[in-house]
């Protein structure tokens, strides 16, 4: 079974501090619209975020300053489920299927699934076993947050989707497009 955490924790401070994930995008929240995707295949959704999420599990950061990762690691903490995949709460546009083969490519000898476009991670769109718990807790403590290292420096057994795989599911990757600036947003 699989948990998935929407990362909803920034401060949006280039949206003047509109949480991202209440964003309208089409007549639908980026929250409304990811929820509609994750449902169907996952068991839980768990939103990591400063205030409550009506409706649904959310947890908060115990490390000031630890930025995503450490909403990762509250995620990780909080669910019971062997995996959780993790997805910014900025992604309007998740796509079923790329959801699909990331479910698909869990296996026992690996601790995390980690999508690769130009021979870079997404890190913010991953799976993770809980074995990973340790290894986030890690870098946290050591204040090391770039949540790319968790997937890269760690000594994590990822399976890695290449753009390749990606683009074949979707062509255009606008599933990996994150709004982080007004000028993102759809026209």
């Known amino acids: ?109 690996i601790d995390a699934i980690g999508l690769r476009v130009g021979g870079l991670p997404e890190p913010l769109f991953c799976m993770l076993h809980a074995r990973a718990q340790g290894a986030v807790e890690r870098r946290l403590a050591a204040k090391r947050y770039k949540a790319s290292g968790l997937l890269t420096e760690e000594a994590l057994r990822v399976r890695w989707i290449e753009e390749e795989a990606l683009r074949a599911i979707d062509p255009e990757l606008t599933a990996l497009v994150n709004v982080n600036k007004p000028d993102d947003m759809p026209r």
């Open 1 to 109: 079974m699989v948990s998935a955490l929407i990362l909803a924790g920034g401060r949006a401070t280039r949206f003047g501090g509109i949480a991202k994930h209440e964003i309208v995008i089409d007549g639908e929240t980026i929250f409304a619209r990811q929820v509609r995707v994750l449902a169907p295949r996952v068991g839980e959704i768990v939103i990591s975020a400063p205030r409550d999420v009506a409706g649904y599990r959310t947890v908060r950061d115990q490390v000031d300053g630890g930025g995503p990762l450490a909403g990762i690691a509250a995620g990780l903490r909080a669910v019971s489920t062997p995996w959780l995949l993790v997805v910014a709460g900025d992604m309007p546009n998740l796509h079923p299927a790329m959801i699909d083969l990331m479910i698909a490519a869990r296996a026992d000898d």
